[in-house]
């Protein structure tokens, strides 16, 4: 009788305990599905700050394309072209006239 009581008892308290642990690491759970959360919502806002980072810098871009000073090139076919960049000018016109330099 004395051996089933001590057994019984044990067996209580160890049933009690993985109760506990189990209640434990459900909190824990629940907490790391929390954390999971919060890191979700700061990447969220993180991708909100770049994405209005590169808008800015979009606009600071072309409003400086926009400003940059045009040159008039001559084109092959006789015409004239304004562009900020030799390659970009006369596209339409078969390219830029190659003027010949003359070696001295």
């Known amino acids: ?3 089933f009581i001590s057994a019984l008892a044990i067996a ?3 049933a009690s305990g993985s109760v506990a642990f189990a209640q434990g690491a459900k909190e824990e759970t629940k907490k790391a ?3 999971t959360k919060e890191a979700g919502k ?3 806002d993180a991708a909100k ?3 209005k980072a590169t808008a800015k ?4 871009a072309a409003k400086a394309t926009k400003n940059a000073v045009q040159h008039t090139y001559a084109c092959v076919d006789g015409t004239t072209d304004e562009a900020t960049l030799k390659a970009n000018a006369c596209k339409e016109h078969g390219g830029v006239k190659v003027e010949a330099k003359v070696n001295r």
């Open 1 to 3: 009788m004395r051996r």
């Open 12 to 14: 209580t308290l160890c």
């Open 33 to 35: 599905g929390e954390a």
């Open 42 to 44: 700061d990447t969220a």
């Open 49 to 51: 700050h770049i994405g």
């Open 57 to 60: 810098g979009t606009k600071k």
